[in-house]
Structure formats: structure tokens, C-alpha cells
């Protein structure tokens, strides 16, 4: 089990990539997951070599939580060939399923019932179960409910993270969705769905362990609503639409921030480690921004390759 | 008099089917409604019953054959005797029921 | 009328069905996923005794849920196993396009060749009495999508054929069954014989004018060349069955010869398969002038009214009157 210093310097280290990536807006929008760090770190710990890891286009955090090489993330983002899609996924698409991470998809909702036929597979090869991270946007699809009634039916070994933010880009969440809390989306289907604090990162972390378990143990899918906030705009080419106040009250709930102060206050940080692992994480970042600088564009004669 | 025993029809959609099991063998006779013949379309089984009494003489397409519609599929006759043409298809139709399952 | 010592005579679902089984005999990864597929055997019973001889785990019975057939097919085709997902009406395959499409169709590229997915979706396409929403052939659409393989077999042992080269492609293929073909037999050859993608078959030869089918249409093609045939017309027929890949050298090498082109589909005629194939010709064709003319469904929805279904579709009378005025 990852060690309360291993989540907070998981989520320093996502923190400092996208904070690095920011002052890049040469390769169009990025889709930040500044604010919402905790809940990828805290799915991820909950997995294992033989699980597969999916998310929405969202997904910069938990591919690097994942631990696929974030030089190769930062490539991927800058168009890079060295990049895990070799330059051609970009923004939404990271994957590299040999780390476990089988990738993003950015149509909102439309990884997940690609997610159960992964969780299929696994249970076919009868090892690992699959995870799928999607925002609160997607509980307006019809896909969810497919997913949904399909994982219970054939008890697949599916986690349904719902990164729940509580906005699609600027609609908020009360005029978009009917149901509160969105774990009770899984009732109907009688999967077994946990509400947490998505900012609380050792939360999410045990409630993904606990549902991980369950599902391990062959009981079926599980559904995991972390209560999330973004502190960036939906992508960094979007308007911001909430007001100063609003923001700053999200900012006031900081996962990293609050983790850090929770180790101190159970004594187990002090501000010297605390800064030390910031400027890792930060030394990290940058050599990762290095690398995909260093690395070079595809070649446009490449364009049809791999297309079939 | 000897007569042909030919593929039923209409059926919907079917312009050839397939033989699936002979209720009688060549030689024995049968009443009328005896199933004489079970025929398989591509979703169906068609049972050929006899309207009138008669003996199977010979068996044209056997179990696994293929036949058209209104081809034949055997000669039947009122008695054992009758010498068989060489072919069967100047030979008038026997009456037949038939159902579509 | 027995077939000869060298093949079997079988009707077009029991080509599938056998395909299907030698496949899942040859690939334990294999898994059918469909509504109806398991006891019930298939829509058309072509899938009868899967169930039987592979069990639950890989001839799946799915919820009525296109888009989760798909995408779950999608998925586990991505992550280690091979899929078939059947679509009992191609109707319904629209409720499955975002997998499909925005996925399979692009999974290998977006990923870097990281994953595959060996997918056959296979959709019952074409009218028979079922109305606006149950008698579509919408192949056309597809056959713009890059990563995508689209067949459409006329005969059984193409349906075979194909199914199988369909069964052990890396990438996703879309398989047009069509439901005026299950009535039909067919000869299949003793060994096993597979059709390669993007080559089409000409199955009736002839001098005066190329008429470009596939599916249903080829045995429309077919009839009205033997109406014309009487009037002292040769028509060349050419069986497409690869609609992406096409195979432009059969059809320019035939126009090459006849100079004149009709195309036939049970589709719309606007962006569809005889436009595609019109324009591939002409580019090859390089100004060498031929004349050309359409044959499609008129653009209006599919009646199950038989009088209006029937006035809709294309049929050997229309298409032999597009051949007379085209060569008039």
C-alpha cells in the first residue's frame, strides 16, 4: 500500500508537470487536472500490474498516478514522436496499456463501455480488473446506464470512478444532471457505490481499495463518486465562467495542500521534506519538459501509418 | 398410374430447398396424411403429407439433395408393378399437403 | 441438383455459421457477442449450435444495447481477445457508431500502434417487408472511415470467405449480411477458402456494358443481365464484395473494355457506393471518356407498405432500363 508521502508526492509531481506544460501553448489546449489530483492518485493506488487503467480526456494526472514515464506524457502533449502515441494521440488520448494505463478517450462517456469490454477480457484471462475514471458530464450519457446494466449482468470487474467536478465546461451540474448523489446512478443496478471527498486523497485511496477488494473478489462492478474541484478552466483555451468567490473557495480545499498538512499535523512532514519533494517534483517537471523539446515532430511522410 | 412427387409451394422467399428425411422408403406404401417427406428451407421445415394413399417407387433426391420448387423429389404410384419412366417430369403431380414450420 | 464431389451445396447462414465455428475452433480468443445469438441461434439461425458446441462465456447473448455491444466488443477486441458483435437490423448500427468509429476505427492510430482491435461487427442489412427503420443499407457511410474494412457478400461461399479473412483481421471490419441472401444456397468449396479483402469477383462476364454490385443487388444485376441478354445486351457483372478496400483494377480493367458503367445499390445514390466507385474509375480512367449512370433506391424512406418498399428499391427492370438508356 502506497504510504501517505507516496499520495502527496504523486499528486506534487502531477501538479508540477501540468504547472510546467502551462506555459506552454505551442501545441493548442491542454485539458488540466489542476485541483482533482487526489482522485487519480487515489483510484491509482488501488491497482496493480495486471489492471487497466482508463479515463476520460481528462488525463494527464492519471496517466503520470499510472506511471507511465512523463517525458513521454510531455511528448505526447507537444506532438512528439518520442510521445507514448508516438505524437498522435495528444491531448485526450494518452495511453500505453503495456504500464497498465490503457488509455483516455476524449468523447465524453465514450470510454466506457470500451472499459467493460476491457474488464471482459481480463476476467477472460482471469487476471486484473479495469478502472475507469469519466467526469459528471458522462453521467448524462446514455452509455453509463449500458455500462452500467451490462457490468451488472455479466459482474464484470469494473470500478466506475466518477471524477465528479460539478461542471461540463461551463453548465453546472444542477442543470444538467437529475440524480444526487451520482452514486445512486449504480442502485438500479445494484452495484455497490461509495460517495468521498475526492480532494481527501487518503479517502479516495481506501474507498478504491475497499471497492478493488470486492471486485477482486468476484462480487462484480463498483461505483466510486469522488467529490472533486477543477481550479483551472474545463481546458486552457476555455473561458472561465465561475465567480472569484467560488474558486477560491475550491482553492481553499487544495488536496496537496491538505495532505501536506495532515502529515504534519499527525507529525510524519516537516516544512524542510515538504519543500524538498516540491522542488523534486518541480526538477521532474522540467526534465520532462526537456526531453519533448529535445524530441522531434513525426514526419508528415508517417501520416498513414498505423491507420490500419 | 404413376405420378411425380414435387417441392411444394408457394413458400415465401424460397426458390430451392433442401431434403431433410425420408418418412418412407422406396417400396413401401403409405396412407393418405402420412408424412412422406420432410423438407428444410433456410429457416424452416416443411412436412409433405400424402392426400391420397400410394407406394414410394423411387426416390429422386435423397436426404441432403437439393431440388426447386415444383421439381421432383419421387415417383408414387397406385401399385408395385408399373415399369418407371427414365425421368418424372412428364409425370402428372400427386396431390400433397404441406406445412411450414 | 446435388452440388459436385469437390463442394457442398449449403444455404448462406450455414456459410456463416461454419465460418464462425472454424474460427472459434482455430481462436480460443474468439467471442460472439449479439442479441438472440445463444439458444435462439440467431435471427436467421446463423448461429446455430455455437452455443451448443463453444458455451455461454464466448457466444454471448447481450442486453438490447447497441452502443455497449459494440463498445464492450471494442474493448475486449483491444485488450486481448477477438470480437463478433451482430447487429440484428443495420438500422441499429447507428446506435453504435461512437465505438466504432471514434474508437475502433482509431485505436491503432491514436495509440501509436500500441493496440489493435480484431473486431467484426456484422450487421443484417437490406429490405424485406420491415419498415423505415429496419430496412437500411447505410455501408456507404462507412466506407469514409479510415481504419475501417467494410464487406458485403453476395454468395455463400463469400459470406464464408470473407467472414473468415474478416476473423483474423488485426483491425476493425464491418460485415453486411443481407437478409434477402439467407434464403439463397451456394456452393462451398471443400477447403477452406479464403476471400482476401479488396477484390472483387466477376461473376458474369460480358462486353458491352460493366454493371458494379454488391450484396443483395449483384443477384439484381444478375437478372436483369439475363433479360438483356435476350436483347442481345452483354453485360459484365462485377461482384464488389470489398467495399473498402475496392478493388479499382477489376472495375477500370472491365470499363476498359465495355465503356460504359452502371453501379447498383439498395442504398441511397447520393455519397453512395456508385459514386465512390464512379470517381475511383474515372481518376484511373485518366479522361478516357465512359458513360455512367446510377442505380440506387429513390430517396425516400423504406415502406414496409410492400407497394411503396417495392416502388423504393432497385430491381432488374430498373436496372435493365439504366442500362438501355445508357447505351441508347
Redesign the interface.
Known amino acids: 500500500m502506497m504510504t501517505a508521502g507516496a499520495l502527496l508526492r504523486a499528486m506534487q509531481r502531477i501538479r508540477a508537470f501540468e504547472e510546467a506544460l502551462a506555459g506552454r501553448p505551442d501545441h493548442g489546449f491542454q485539458l488540466f487536472s489542476m485541483g482533482q489530483e487526489a482522485v487519480a492518485v487515489g483510484v491509482a493506488a488501488a491497482l496493480g500490474a495486471d489492471d ?1 487503467l482508463l479515463t476520460s480526456g481528462r488525463s494527464i494526472a492519471a496517466a503520470l498516478a499510472r506511471g507511465v514515464d512523463a517525458g513521454a506524457i510531455m511528448a505526447e502533449l507537444l506532438g512528439k514522436e518520442a ?7 495528444g491531448r485526450g ?1 494518452l ?4 504500464a497498465g494505463f ?2 483516455a ?1 476524449a ?1 465524453v462517456g ?1 470510454n ?11 476476467a ?2 482471469g487476471r486484473g480488473i479495469a478502472a475507469c475514471m469519466f467526469g459528471d458530464g458522462a453521467c448524462g450519457a ?2 453509463l446506464h ?2 452500467l ?2 457490468a451488472a ?2 459482474r464484470l470487474p469494473l470500478l466506475l470512478v466518477c471524477d465528479n467536478n460539478g461542471y461540463s465546461i461551463s453548465t453546472p451540474q444542477a442543470m444538467a444532471l437529475a440524480p444526487q448523489p451520482l452514486a445512486a446512478l449504480a442502485q438500479p443496478f445494484r452495484i455497490p457505490a461509495v460517495t468521498v471527498d475526492g480532494m481527501d486523497v487518503e479517502a479516495v485511496r481506501e474507498a478504491a481499495v475497499a471497492l478493488a477488494a470486492r471486485i477482486r473478489n468476484g462480487e462484480g462492478p463498483a461505483f466510486l463518486e469522488c467529490r472533486s474541484a477543477r481550479f483551472a478552466t474545463h481546458s486552457t483555451s476555455t473561458r472561465e465562467t465561475r465567480a472569484a468567490d467560488e474558486l477560491a473557495a475550491d482553492r481553499a480545499r487544495d488536496p496537496i495542500v491538505a495532505q501536506a498538512r495532515r502529515m504534519q499535523a499527525r507529525g510524519e512532514l516537516d516544512a524542510a521534506r515538504l519543500a524538498a519533494w516540491d522542488e523534486e517534483a518541480r526538477v521532474a517537471a522540467v526534465a520532462a519538459l526537456a526531453f519533448a523539446d529535445a524530441a522531434a515532430y513525426p514526419a508528415s511522410g508517417s501520416v498513414l ?4 | 398410374m404413376l405420378y411425380q412427387l414435387a417441392v411444394p409451394g408457394p413458400i415465401d422467399d424460397v426458390e430451392e430447398l433442401r431434403v431433410l428425411e425420408w418418412h418412407v422408403a422406396p417400396g413401401q406404401s403409405f396412407a393418405a396424411g402420412d408424412l412422406v417427406v420432410e423438407l428444410e428451407t433456410h429457416k424452416a421445415v416443411v412436412e409433405v403429407r400424402a392426400a391420397r394413399a400410394g407406394i414410394l417407387r423411387s426416390v429422386l433426391a435423397p436426404a441432403g439433395d437439393w431440388q426447386r420448387l415444383g421439381r421432383p423429389l419421387a415417383i408414387v404410384g397406385d401399385d408395385s408393378d408399373e415399369p418407371l419412366p427414365a425421368q418424372a417430369d412428364d409425370l402428372a403431380a400427386m396431390l400433397v399437403e404441406f406445412e411450414v414450420t | 441438383m446435388s452440388g459436385s464431389a469437390a463442394a457442398t451445396r449449403v444455404y448462406f447462414r450455414e456459410a456463416i455459421a461454419r465460418a464462425l465455428s472454424e474460427e472459434m475452433a482455430r481462436d480460443p480468443a474468439l467471442v460472439l457477442f449479439g442479441q438472440d445469438i445463444g439458444r435462439f441461434g440467431g435471427a436467421y439461425r446463423e448461429f446455430t449450435g455455437l452455443f451448443e458446441r463453444y458455451g455461454a462465456q464466448r457466444v454471448r447473448d447481450t442486453p438490447v444495447a447497441e452502443a455497449a455491444m459494440i463498445g464492450v466488443g471494442v474493448g475486449a477486441a483491444a485488450a486481448g481477445l477477438r470480437a463478433l458483435v451482430s447487429i440484428t437490423y443495420m438500422d441499429f448500427l447507428m446506435l453504435g457508431l461512437d465505438p466504432l468509429v471514434n474508437y475502433a476505427a482509431k485505436a491503432r492510430y491514436k495509440t501509436g500502434g500500441q493496440l489493435r482491435v480484431p473486431l467484426v461487427v456484422k450487421a443484417t442489412a437490406g429490405a424485406r417487408g420491415q419498415g423505415v427503420a429496419h430496412s437500411q443499407c447505410i455501408e456507404a457511410w462507412l466506407m469514409s472511415v479510415p481504419g475501417l474494412v467494410v464487406v458485403a457478400p453476395a454468395t455463400a461461399a463469400d459470406a464464408y470467405g470473407l467472414l473468415k479473412s474478416a476473423l483474423r483481421h488485426d483491425g476493425p471490419v464491418l460485415f453486411v449480411d443481407h437478409k434477402r441472401l439467407y434464403p439463397t444456397a451456394g456452393e462451398l468449396p471443400a477447403e477452406e477458402t479464403l476471400v482476401p479483402f479488396g477484390r472483387a469477383r466477376i461473376a458474369r462476364g460480358g462486353s458491352d456494358v460493366t454493371i458494379a454490385a454488391h450484396a443483395y443487388t449483384v443477384r439484381v444485376a444478375l437478372a436483369a443481365a439475363e433479360e438483356l441478354a435476350r436483347e442481345g445486351v452483354d453485360c459484365e457483372v462485377i461482384d464488389l464484395r470489398s467495399l473498402a478496400p475496392l478493388d479499382v483494377d477489376t472495375l477500370v480493367m472491365s470499363v476498359a473494355r465495355t465503356g460504359a458503367l452502371v453501379t447498383v445499390e439498395e442504398g441511397q445514390a447520393t455519397c453512395g457506393v456508385g459514386v465512390e466507385v464512379a470517381a475511383r474509375v474515372r481518376e484511373a480512367r485518366d479522361g478516357e471518356p465512359f458513360r455512367v449512370a446510377r442505380v440506387a433506391a429513390l430517396p425516400a424512406p423504406v415502406s414496409s407498405n410492400p407497394v411503396l418498399e417495392a416502388a423504393c428499391l432497385p430491381d432488374a427492370a430498373r436496372v435493365g432500363a439504366a442500362v438501355r438508356a445508357l447505351l441508347s
Open positions: 487497466q510521445g507514448t502515441n508516438r505524437g498522435r494521440g488520448h495511453a500505453q496499456p503495456a490503457f488509455g478517450h468523447v465514450g466506457l463501455t470500451i472499459a467493460a469490454g476491457v474488464a471482459l477480457a481480463l477472460t484471462r446514455g452509455a449500458e455500462t446494466n451490462v449482468v455479466w501509418e498505423d491507420v490500419q
